[in-house]
């Protein structure tokens, strides 16, 4: 099985800054694309920012140039550097990660628990 657990989340206020983290562990053979969603209350989740192992990263128009993502491979983590937040910014943040457990399986889809955000304005 394969865990991806988030941590960094919490309260700031509006222009203020936070980090988030994803460490993902288990049986772990390749990781394809690790990336980050949200989910405001009564909205649908919508991808914030994802990052290809070998290519290149995409993010979401409403956060282009305050978020970035970024990824250790060696450590199995992804990052998530946010700047400038607003309240709009406030969501669950989720973790996804595209996980092969094996040489000759395939890749799933594996989530995170959530890490809640709040901007006060």
């Known amino acids: 099985q394969v865990q991806l657990v988030e941590s960094g989340g919490g309260l700031v206020q509006a222009g203020g800054s936070l980090r988030l983290s994803c460490a993902a562990s288990?049986?772990?053979?390749?990781?394809?694309?690790m990336g980050w969603y949200r989910q405001a209350p009564g909205k649908q989740r919508e991808l914030v920012a994802v990052?290809?192992?070998?290519?290149?990263?995409n993010y979401a128009d409403s956060v282009k140039g305050r978020f970035t993502i970024s990824r250790d491979n060696a450590k199995n983590t992804v990052y998530l550097q946010m700047d400038s937040l607003k309240p709009e910014d406030t969501a669950v943040y989720y973790c996804?990660?595209?996980?092969?457990?094996?040489?000759?399986?395939?890749?799933?889809?594996?989530w995170g628990q959530g890490t809640q955000v709040s901007v006060s304005s």
């Open positions: 288990g049986r772990i053979f390749s990781i394809n694309a």
């Open positions: 990052v290809p192992r070998g290519g290149s990263t």
């Open positions: 996804q990660g595209v996980v092969k457990s094996h040489a000759l399986g395939s890749f799933y889809e594996y």
